[in-house]
């Protein structure tokens, strides 16, 4: 099967511009999650969707970050503007479901570089 | 709060050797337990997790992990590593009831000297 998809690898941008990076999780996985791993961290979850509806975003800094899953497949998450503190690989995972057996499958993640 | 401590931040063993990573976990009830690893540039790959039943859990690539429930510990251990089990580990924990979140830990990475 295929796996997680998220695009760009790698982004760079100045602090105050804005990004978005895109996640296309496994066919059939109702559960996505976007977490933020900054560099010497464990991952942190920003906001998990169950289809296209907003399971939990206690995380997610609302000012600036905000997350879409509109026809419950692909989702965006997009900053605007960044900060020089959102220097961080930015991972997407999907899972069949929200019970707490089945794994999280992950991206390989974007990097992304605030200058 | 739930909480996942690795205390190890780099772990160096030479190839052939065996290794332990550590982990401790403070929750309200024993929780899911996972352990992920990462390499350079890549995702998360699950390794190994812990349910229920038999504590001591066998994964993939040689790994398993022994859950301590008077411990809160869920340590990850390999009998002989080879060079290209060098990475970062990561422990999880996850609730039993209906959710899904995992709580990562801060990671150890792993150097395999030849």
């Known amino acids: 099967e295929a796996g997680v998809a998220q695009s760009p690898r790698y982004k760079i941008i100045e602090k105050r511009q804005s990004v978005a990076f895109w996640c296309n999780p496994i066919s059939g996985h109702a559960t996505l999650y976007w977490y933020q791993q900054i560099l010497g961290q464990g991952p942190k979850l920003l906001i998990q969707?169950?289809?296209?509806?907003?399971?939990?975003d206690s995380q997610l800094p609302k000012d600036r970050f905000s997350a879409e899953r509109l026809k419950g497949v692909d989702s965006t998450l997009k900053i605007q503007p960044a900060k020089l503190e959102d220097s961080a690989v930015y991972l997407c995972?999907?899972?069949?479901?929200?019970?707490?057996?089945?794994?999280?499958?992950f991206g390989d993640g974007t990097r992304l570089s605030i200058l | 709060a739930q909480s996942v401590t690795q205390p190890d931040i780099h772990i160096t063993v030479s190839e052939g050797a065996s290794l332990e990573l550590r982990c401790n976990y403070s929750?309200?009830?024993?929780?899911?337990l996972f352990w992920y690893v990462q390499s350079p540039g890549q995702g998360l790959q699950l390794l190994l997790k812990y349910f229920s039943g038999d504590t001591l859990v066998q994964g993939i690539k040689g790994f398993e992990a022994e859950f301590k429930r008077s411990q809160s510990s869920f340590n990850l251990r390999k009998p002989s590593v080879h060079w290209s089990d060098a990475a970062e580990y990561f422990c999880a924990v996850g609730p039993r009831e209906y959710g899904n979140k995992l709580v990562f830990g801060a990671g150890t990475i792993l150097r395999v000297k030849s």
């Open positions: 995972a999907s899972s069949l479901g929200q019970i707490s057996n089945q794994p999280q499958h």
């Open positions: 929750y309200g009830a024993t929780p899911y």
């Open positions: 969707f169950q289809n296209n509806g907003v399971v939990d």
